[in-house]
Each structure stands twice: as C-alpha cells, then as structure tokens.
C-alpha cells in the first residue's frame, strides 16, 4: 500500500525494527543515554539551543503542552487560524479559559503578516501569538514565520509555533527566527511511528511557563525539564517509538538536513507539476503550497469520499480526505518523511487510474 | 539483560515484531478494524461493559484523564494513598484545583476500608474516591476493592481505580465490583511497550463528567467516545504500540486468563519464597504481598543503590530501586507480563551474587 497520507507516514525497515528492540528500564543508564542524544539531534533540526522536550503523545499534546504552559485563563490571545489545526489550536486555548482572538485567514491561502499586526495593534493586552507553520489540512505554509517573529518581537508577545507537519523536511530556524515554543511530531517528517510530540521552549517561554497558573501535570513542561536533567522523563516514556526515533535520526543526518529540505521540495513540485498536468486544480493559493502536502480540489462530478476509497481499495494508494468545511472538496496527497521518486509517480499514477475508472 | 522491574516489562519478540509492520492510515478502514477488536479484548481484560478508551500516553496520563474528566476545581475528594502512586494522584487533584483529603496508609501497609468509611462519614461532602488497587512503589495490593467500592456506593461517590499495575496480572471484576473509573498502561502486564493508557467509565462516571468543568482536550473522554463510534482517535494515536497491543492481546487470550493470573500468583510466590530463603525481609505486609512486583528490604550495611548498579552490570538483572522516600531501603523485583520460571530464577541468583559480592 503506498502510503500518501500526511501522517502517519510509512516508516523505513530499518526504524521499524530497531522498535522492536529489547525493552530497557527508562530509569536506567541505557535509557539516559537515549534520550540525552535524541534531545540534542532534535535540538540539531530544530536549530535551536533552547530547552527540547520529547513527550509521549500525539502532536496535538505538544500543542496543549504549548497552550497549557504559556497560557493563563482568562487571558486574550491571537490564534492565526489558516485551517483546522489552527481551530484546534482555538479549541485548546478555550478548554484553558483562555481568550482566543481569531484571526482568519480563508483556507487556502497563507496567513498576512499586516493583519496579524493590525490585530496586535488593536488588541494591546494580547501578549501570547499562536501560529501554524504548516497547516496539514489545507496543505499550505505560512513562509513568513521570521516576518510573524519580528512583529510579535516588537509587541512584546510569546510565539508558538505549530511545527508538526513542517518540522525536519521544511526548515524551521527556531533561533535564528526567534521562535519561543516549536512543536512538532514523531509521525510526520521524522520517518518514526506516531506517539512522540517535540516541544522547544526560549528563555522567554520559561518566564511566561513561571507566570502560568493553568492546570498541567501530565504535560507540565517544569517537571519534563527536572526529568531531564537526570535522562528521565516524568512518567513512562513510549520506549519503542524512541528507538526508532533513535534510528531515524540516524538515518537523516547521514542524508544530511540540507539534501532532505531539497528532497522534499523535488518532490512537492512532481506533485504539483503531476497534479496539474492531470488537468486538477491545487488547493493552496501558489506561493504558499506546502513542501510536506498538497492539497487537490475534488473536480466537478466526483464524489471525494469515493475517489478515495477507490484510490484505495483498486489502485493501492491511501489519500486523505478534507478535514471539517473541506470534507468531500478536497484530497491530500502526503510526500514527507520517507518518500522516494517512486511514491509520488504511483501517487500520480494512482489519481489518474481512479478518475478514469470514476469517468467510465 | 533479564528487566525485572515492574514496568516496562519485557515485550517478546512476535509482539515487538507486530510493532514492525507497515504504517496505516489512522483514519481507514484497517485501523477501525483495530481499534475495535483491542477495545473489545481489552474490556474483556477489564471484566466490564463500560466503555474503554485507549489513549496515547503513560498510565500517568490515564490518571490525570480521571482527575479531569471526573473532578471538578474546588471539589473535595478522597485520595487513598499507600505509596508514590496514590500521592501522584494527590498530585494531579491540586494541579486540576480540586481539594485532596489524604488518607494515608503507612507505605507496605494496604488501605483498611474502615479507615476509608470513617473519612467519608468525616465529610459527608466527598462525592469522588482515588484508590490504587495495586501499589507499584510498594510491592501491595488492595485486596479489598470490592468493600472499598460497596463503602463507596453506600456515601454516593464515584470509585476511580489506579489499576494500572495489576490488571491483565491480577483479577479486576470491574463490574462485578462497580468501579466507575479504571485505569491501566500498556507496559505492565499486557506485555507491549509502554506508550498507551487504557481508562474505562461506568455511567455513573459520564454522569460526573457532565458536570465536571475541568480543562481537558488531550484527555476529554467524551471527544474520545464520539471517535472511537467511528473507529478512530481524535489525534494521532501510537500505532506501532497498537499493533503490539493487537498481539499481546492473542497471546493472552491463548493462554486463558484465569492461566494468565495463576501463574502471576505463582511467580510472585517463587519470588517471595525465594527472597526469604536468601534471608532478606519483604517490604509489604503479610497477606498484602503483591503478584505483580516483590518489594525487598536493603539489609543493613547494604547500599541500596550499589546494590542495583552490581545486579545489573555484574549479574545481568535490571531491579527497581526504591522511589521517593523508599529510595536506597528498599529494591523492586518485577514479576508481571511476559515471565518464566527462570526469569526468576535468574533474578533470585542475582540477588544472591550481588550480595556476596557486597559482602565479600
């Protein structure tokens, strides 16, 4: 089965296996020694020096982790929403008693770093910004994160920074854009099963994290942070998806970070030239179209959920449908993490041979 | 390496094979296929027609599900606590606002239910009970849940169970015993690695949860049951753990689990017997005696920590030190999951080794 999901992607043999290794005491020194090199080579693709934490949970816990942290009920923050998980991000905010001001940007399109600034200059009490690097729904990236960065620089506020689908196949310079929390994902870019988020805090974070007075245990960053420092972790760790993890960092700086971005950009752009010498419309506007997935509009007189499910169960290749408003009116075409040449022509091929037999 | 700590237990190889197979899409068909077979075998586990919930996260995030799907800020709760496991609870009540009423037992001691009835005649305004059916950092199980729960029915309060290391060891009736919450990990006896929290709820606990205003997004159970109806997760789940799991749970209904549990009653009876003959003292009270995990006193003149450090380096056999204040008085010996008579016949001659050699 090929695969072409926006994670979970498929995980190379050698990670695979190298989960099925002999399970160790994560009280002990094999374990410290495991997490103590993992944190510094994710550190290494995050491009940062601040503090890292590897949290056993999906990506949306690294994003209550985020919101958990650097967020007081009651307090007023902007979430620049350019899809569903920017929504999610909307729908944590309010769980916590947070304020969130949405600013909208129509799916599809990218967010503009003039409105967010417009907002911040209409809400001066906003002192926490929350954004999408890459909006796994809509398959669009948001590139002026460093833009974003300066503006929430010069309004005194926190960034954080949903990095899931972006991470480790786009570059992402936590530091060098001065981005206070960065989350990503095991499942996406990383080439490793799903159940590991990755949490960056700055300097800037940990004085917020200590003015926070939101309910966290679980994913209370403090305690991850204490854990640590010993080679720990607060509570059990998912052991086997660190191995593999473990491998897959191997694997990638042996590939070399610079040849993946470029990997991942060949890729996108078969994508997109495929897609669109198929006669199909993309869904992100140009300019902003996602290296990691690109999103198709389901043409006129084709049922979306058939074509996947044909797509599927005939032609081998597993699509992902639109999530939420976009359900039934778009396809996602995933090309991050492990993904050969191979994977994206049968991808092509597989969208061709579906709207055939769904013409005939 | 013979890990006999009481979690992580050690995975056998076809079920950390499982964990290799090819990556799917966690919203098709082959994962809704899974997820429902694991939930059924999993309540069969659990003796319950309650729902289950198989979250990605540590035994530690299923606690703090219970707490914040169940406890309201401000709310007075009964906390039962006879070792580390029981104040953790007491931990994630005052993180989540609520007001834990401690009842504690002297650690090796099990909770005496009279005890527990008087602090709810006490306070008569206690509508949620915390207990831990088996004490990991103690080496005890509370045998008498089935009096705590009947005490807890009779004063109208909702019984969680902090069960994550004894059930699939040791018998848990969850319905025969009305325990509205019930909580295990994946990493105990249910011979997967660690990665995933099992939480189970009565009716009468979605009553409470109703009513409870508690943050929770990762953890609220109700936005899990609205998924699990369509065979899904509401994020990402550990897959590669769901694929052991998958395995575990065949091996298990392969042997039976009344087989299941006999021979965790027969381990842990070799270990005690074992332990005593070496002339060394059982931490946990007579009767109270664990058959997931031994707890052994560090003889005098004995350093608890080098002890653990020669046990592994020397004689191949990873014990678990003491936690908290049981640090350096006491040594864990696991017995649960994927065990043979000699796994624990090595770990009594590495005692044995380990303390000639200190003596020697």
């Given at each position: 089965?090929n ?14 296996q190298?989960?099925?290794a ?14 103590k090199r ?17 949290l056993?949970?999906?990506?949306t ?7 958990a942290?650097?967020?007081?009920a ?8 350019v ?6 991000f ?12 949405e600013l ?13 600034e417009?907002?911040?200059q ?5 002192r926490?910004?929350?954004v999408t ?20 620089q ?12 972006s ?8 530091d060098e ?23 960056s805090c ?5 004085e917020?994290?200590a003015?926070?007075?939101?309910p ?20 059990t760790?998912?052991?086997s998806?660190?191995?593999q ?8 700086f ?7 971005y470029?990997r991942h ?7 997109r ?16 179209e996602?290296?990691?997935v ?21 032609f081998?290749?597993?699509f ?7 359900k ?15 994977h ?9 041979k ?6 005939s």
């Amino acid at each position: 089965m090929n695969l072409r999901i926006p994670g979970p992607t498929p995980v190379p043999d050698s990670v695979a296996q190298a989960g099925a290794a002999d399970m160790i005491n994560h009280r002990g020194p094999e374990f410290a020694d495991l997490i103590k090199r993992s944190t510094t080579q994710l550190k290494e693709v995050f491009e940062t020096e601040n503090d890292l934490f590897i949290l056993t949970a999906s990506g949306t816990g690294g994003m209550e982790a985020a919101v958990a942290n650097h967020v007081n009920a009651g307090e007023k923050v902007l979430v620049v929403t350019v899809g569903v998980f920017g929504k999610r991000f909307v729908e944590i905010v309010r769980v916590f008693g947070g304020n969130p001001i949405e600013l909208d940007f129509e799916f599809g399109r990218a967010a503009d770093p003039n409105r967010i600034e417009e907002a911040l200059q209409q809400h001066s009490d906003i002192r926490v910004v929350l954004v999408t690097h890459n909006e796994t729904s809509t398959g669009v990236t948001n590139n002026d994160l460093k833009i974003v960065s300066d503006i929430c620089q010069s309004y005194d506020c926190l960034l954080i920074v949903d990095a899931i689908s972006s991470l480790s196949s786009i570059p992402v310079k936590t530091d060098e854009w001065e981005l206070d929390v960065v989350i990503s994902g095991s499942q996406k870019g990383w080439m490793t099963a799903p159940g590991l988020a990755f949490v960056s805090c700055s300097e800037k974070a940990w004085e917020k994290n200590a003015l926070v007075t939101s309910p966290r245990f679980y994913f209370d960053l403090l305690k991850a942070k204490d854990y640590l420092a010993m080679g720990q972790t607060p509570s059990t760790p998912a052991v086997s998806v660190m191995f593999q993890l473990d491998k897959a960092l191997k694997i990638m700086f042996d590939e070399g970070l610079q040849n993946i971005y470029t990997r991942h950009h060949k890729h996108a752009q078969m994508t997109r030239d495929g897609v669109r010498a198929l006669g199909l419309e993309l869904f992100a506007e140009e300019g902003s179209e996602s290296d990691t997935v690109t999103s198709v509009r389901i043409p006129d007189g084709i049922d979306g959920l058939e074509f996947l499910e044909i797509a599927r169960s005939q032609f081998g290749t597993v699509f992902a449908g639109g999530q939420g408003p976009l359900k039934g009116q778009i396809f996602r075409f995933g090309h991050l993490g492990f993904v050969t040449d191979e994977h994206i022509e049968e991808g092509l091929s597989a969208i061709e041979k579906t709207l055939q037999k769904m013409h005939s």
